[in-house]
Each structure stands twice: as structure tokens, then as C-alpha cells.
């Protein structure tokens, strides 16, 4: 069956540090690649996707490329802030039923 | 105007009772979901029915029932509720029909404590 792993967290930076986060996929065929971002008391919301091999989603300064050789979609930015503090989740979709298949979540704290 | 609304926002209840959380979407789209995110933030899809029709249900106990009385709305009915439903709920919902991907649209959630 599908399935997503990402890093475990929490991950705590400073302000306009750097952010990895890492998540690999399993699935058969070639899935849709999605990041969603849950802020505090908040529902999902969309942040990025890639829909084949070498995309590359971005927004809000995000960016995540599909790389189907190493079954990988790692979040990355360039300079956090503050208001990145979220808990981030990697998923995938097939084609099978669109249905969502999650990694466990990454907590980002972002300190001033 | 809220794209995916699900009502209440928060439930608390006693064990053995029955309770309904409300999905409804305002987008047009032929596709909605309900998932479960626990208290370790694990997201698991629960149902998934296209145009009123069911398409997915993972391995969810007959206690939960979901309804659809038309495309726009998806209702979860859980009977009998244990201590192990307390849980986020989340409703989403996708433009296109089962059989594609699509970006899913996701409500704000339900908080469900069971006592």
C-alpha cells in the first residue's frame, strides 16, 4: 500500500534560518505529491503540490521538487519567520480514488 | 464565505451516546472525505463519497455512517461512541470525481471528546 514518511519533530529554528523538512514516499504508479500546513486550531490548508516527476511546487517562499529516483518530496524555505510556526504534512494521492495518504506531521517552531 | 464548513466545532459527550457532525461545502465539487487526525496528529481518511455515493471506506467500524442527502453536504453519524473516537474530524471535499487527483479543500474541524 502507499504510504509517507516524513522527519519527526519538532523542529525549532530562529528567524531566516533555513528549512528542510524531509519526506519520502511508497506507492505504485506515479502519485500526485502534496504539502499541507495546519496552523494552530486551524484545518488544513494547502501549501504546495507537484503532480509528476521533476515539478517543482512553491508558495509563500516554499518550495518542494517530485523526485521519483529518490522518492522524495522535501519542504524546503529559505528564511522562516515567525508565522511559519505550523504543523507541516507531507501526502501523497494516487489515481486509484484520489484518496490523501499522510505522513505523521512535522511540528516548526519558530523563535524570534 | 466559508468554502468547507463543518458544525459544531467543538463536541464534548458521554460514552454510549450518539452524535452527528455536519459537513457542507460551498464549491461545487462532486467529491468529499471525511478523516480522522488523532491526538498524535496522525491524519487517516475514514470515507470518501463521490456525487452521494460511497467510494471509500477504510476499514471505519459500522458505529460511523456517513449521509449524504445531496452533493454539497456529507453528515458522519457516529453511534455508541467510545473513549478511542476522541479525535479530530476533518470534512474536505475535491472538484473532480473519484478515479482522479485533485487538491482536497478542508474544513476547519470538529473536536470530538469523549468522556
Known amino acids: 500500500g502507499n504510504s509517507v514518511t516524513q522527519m519527526e519533530g519538532p523542529v525549532t529554528l530562529s528567524e531566516e534560518a533555513f528549512l528542510t523538512i524531509n519526506c519520502t514516499y511508497t506507492?505504485?504508479?506515479?502519485?500526485?505529491l502534496f504539502w499541507y500546513v495546519q496552523y494552530p486550531g486551524e484545518g488544513l490548508q494547502l501549501l504546495l503540490k507537484?503532480?509528476?516527476?521533476?515539478d517543482k511546487g512553491s508558495n509563500k517562499g516554499f518550495e518542494a521538487t517530485y523526485r521519483k529516483e529518490t522518492t522524495s518530496f522535501h519542504l524546503e524555505k529559505g528564511s522562516v519567520q515567525v508565522s511559519d510556526s505550523a504543523v507541516y504534512f507531507c501526502a501523497l494521492s494516487d489515481n486509484a480514488g484520489n484518496m490523501l495518504t499522510f505522513g505523521g506531521g512535522t511540528r516548526l517552531m519558530v523563535k524570534p | 464565505d466559508t468554502a468547507v464548513s463543518q458544525t459544531p466545532k467543538y463536541l464534548v459527550t458521554q460514552m454510549g451516546n450518539d452524535k452527528s457532525i455536519k459537513c457542507e461545502q460551498n464549491?461545487?465539487?462532486?467529491?468529499m472525505y471525511w478523516y480522522k487526525q488523532d491526538s498524535k496528529k496522525f491524519l487517516k481518511i475514514m470515507f470518501s463519497y463521490n456525487n452521494k455515493e460511497l467510494i471509500i471506506n477504510e476499514t471505519v467500524p459500522n458505529r460511523f455512517s456517513p449521509k449524504s442527502p445531496d452533493k454539497a453536504h456529507l453528515n458522519l453519524h457516529i453511534n455508541s461512541l467510545e473513549l478511542g473516537d476522541s479525535a479530530v474530524y476533518f470534512c474536505?471535499?475535491?472538484?473532480?470525481?473519484?478515479?482522479?487527483?485533485?487538491?482536497?479543500?478542508f474544513g476547519p474541524g470538529t473536536r470530538l471528546t469523549v468522556l
Open positions: 506507492a505504485t504508479g506515479y502519485p500526485s
Open positions: 507537484a503532480t509528476k516527476a521533476d
Open positions: 474536505a471535499s475535491s472538484p473532480l470525481a473519484s478515479g482522479s487527483t485533485d487538491t482536497q479543500y
Open positions: 464549491l461545487g465539487h462532486d467529491t
